[in-house]
């Protein structure tokens, strides 16, 4: 019970979260434009599949954005970076990432398991 704790009601953490993305989003700011557009589309599409209390979803975008900060200094285009496939570059993005598919895996494989080995 204590994470659940640690993650949903713990305040300063909440905080110090909320200040972490605003910081995060003003760096966005500062991207060219299709880094930006980009930028916004990942984040819509990474935070359909966030499980419990997001916190991973930060250090993932703190990720992205050193990522695509360093390719704009370069003069890269933003689809150099993320190829054309950019779902599948978001999905390699979230494999460290706590997911609800995870957490869909997870409890599919404990009702089977608790299912079949009750009946052996």
């Not at 605003?22 to 557009?37: D, F, G, H």
């Not at 819509?44 to 499980?51: C, E, G, I």
């Not at 190829?83 to 995870?102: H, I, W």
Request: with cysteine; aromatic share 14%; hydrophobic share 35%.
């Amino acid at each position: 019970m204590k994470p659940f704790f640690d993650d949903y009601f713990n305040i300063s953490k909440m905080v110090k979260s909320k200040r972490k993305y605003r910081q995060q989003i003003a760096r966005v700011k500062s991207l060219p434009e299709e880094y930006q557009y980009v930028f916004k589309e990942i984040q819509s599409y990474m935070w359909m599949f966030v499980s419990g209390a997001g916190y991973d979803m930060l250090e993932v975008q703190e990720g992205l954005m050193e990522l695509f900060e360093e390719s704009a200094a370069e003069g890269k285009s933003v689809l150099e970076v993320t190829g054309e496939d950019v779902a599948t570059f978001v999905d390699e993005l979230l494999k460290n990432a706590r997911t609800y598919t995870d957490d869909w895996r997870n409890r599919l494989n404990r009702k089977v398991k608790n299912k079949i080995c009750k009946s052996v």
